[in-house]
């Protein structure tokens, strides 16, 4: 997923706005207001009869009570920006899927909500956890930043938590000693099959997954016990997705947000959207 820096570009966005239109209300405004109040003054004793001693009144006042540029442009955006922000922030941000880890569940060009606060409330840019709600179950498709770039969004299933010990030997996925129900749904290709689209549960999660017939490297045998503070990480489409198979662990203070929805689907640019797929991420 990308690696922009959106929330510290927002972040910096509303804080150099907010912070023009303090430093005019506190300091640049005063002067305004003088010449405004001069120009009141100046045709105060005056009857305004004619079109234009009034429309010399009020090009008086309005170039006396003009804005800079910048606290003008200050104004319009901040709003704007702060309540993108703050949903952004703490309640729901959108993403775009740009590969296919996660395969069938969700595909290249799914666009995605992720909701902020069902594990705990962070703060932005920093990503700290200040009012703690809930943590990661198994099965729940999470948005986070991996180990190996702690820059760069992620998103894929959660498999262990922590204190489990993980197995995945020949696509044979076992939690704790106990072995995850799979279920054959298809073999696809019909004519002559690669993959296999199979069924998971896990807890009170069930979704789908594809594999290779063959299974590949990161799917014939590993074995991994999760540290308190992180959580094993695999995306649905098994034999291709660089998960916590190959880069290890995902720290809690590197988790954004849980998805919870598809709401759109586009392909490219040049393609029309598509709602097709809209609808809740098993």
């Given at each position: 997923?990308?690696?922009?820096?959106?929330?510290?570009?927002?972040t910096?966005?509303?804080?150099?706005?907010?912070?023009?239109?303090?430093?005019?209300?506190?300091?640049?405004?005063?002067?305004?207001?003088?010449?405004?109040?001069?120009?009141?003054?100046?045709?105060?004793?005056?009857?305004?009869?004619?079109?234009?001693?009034?429309?010399?009144?009020?090009?008086?006042?309005?170039?006396?009570?003009?804005?800079?540029?910048?606290?003008?442009?200050?104004?319009?955006?901040?709003?704007?920006?702060?309540?993108?922000?703050?949903?952004?922030?703490?309640?729901?941000?959108?993403?775009?899927?740009?590969?296919?880890?996660?395969?069938?569940?969700?595909?290249v060009?799914?666009?995605?909500?992720?909701?902020?606060?069902?594990?705990?409330?962070?703060?932005?840019?920093?990503?700290?956890?200040?009012?703690?709600?809930?943590?990661?179950?198994?099965?729940?498709?999470?948005?986070?930043?991996?180990p190996?770039?702690?820059?760069t969004?992620?998103?894929?299933?959660?498999?262990?938590?922590?204190?489990?010990?993980?197995?995945?030997?020949?696509?044979?996925?076992?939690?704790?000693?106990?072995?995850v129900e799979?279920?054959?749904?298809a073999?696809?290709?019909?004519?002559?099959?690669?993959?296999?689209?199979?069924s998971?549960?896990?807890?009170?999660?069930?979704?789908?997954t594809?594999?290779?017939?063959?299974?590949?490297?990161?799917?014939?045998?590993g074995?991994?016990?999760?540290?308190?503070?992180?959580?094993f990480?695999?995306?649905?489409?098994?034999?291709?997705?660089l998960?916590?198979?190959?880069?290890?662990?995902?720290s809690?203070?590197?988790?954004?947000?849980?998805a919870f929805?598809?709401?759109?689907?586009?392909?490219?640019?040049?393609?029309?959207?598509?709602?097709?797929?809209?609808?809740?991420?098993?």
């Open positions: 997923m990308s690696s922009i820096n959106l929330p510290l570009i927002l910096l966005a509303v804080l150099i706005t907010g912070l023009v239109w303090l430093f005019d209300a506190l300091v640049l405004s005063r002067p305004r207001k003088q010449k405004v109040a001069a120009v009141e003054k100046q045709f105060g004793g005056m009857v305004l009869e004619s079109e234009q001693q009034k429309t010399a009144y009020e090009e008086a006042k309005a170039v006396a009570a003009k804005e800079p540029m910048l606290v003008e442009y200050s104004k319009s955006f901040f709003p704007v920006l702060f309540i993108v922000f703050f949903l952004r922030s703490f309640l729901v941000e959108p993403f775009q899927i740009p590969s296919g880890s996660m395969i069938p569940t969700l595909e060009g799914d666009f995605i909500l992720v909701n902020k606060f069902a594990y705990g409330v962070r703060a932005p840019v920093l990503n700290k956890e200040i009012i703690p709600i809930g943590k990661p179950q198994r099965g729940d498709v999470m948005v986070f930043f991996p190996h770039a702690p820059e969004y992620y998103i894929k299933r959660v498999i262990g938590i922590p204190g489990d010990h993980i197995t995945y030997n020949n696509h044979q996925l076992t939690i704790n000693g106990t072995v799979e279920k054959l749904i073999q696809l290709p019909a004519g002559a099959p690669v993959l296999k689209m199979t998971e549960k896990i807890d009170d999660k069930t979704f789908t594809h594999k290779y017939l063959r299974p590949s490297r990161l799917s014939m045998q074995s991994w016990v999760v540290p308190a503070g992180h959580y990480m695999m995306g649905d489409n098994r034999d291709n997705s998960d916590s198979r190959e880069w290890g662990m995902v809690e203070d590197a988790i954004v947000g849980k929805a598809v709401w759109m689907h586009w392909d490219s640019f040049f393609s029309i959207p598509s709602f097709d797929r809209a609808g809740v991420i098993q």
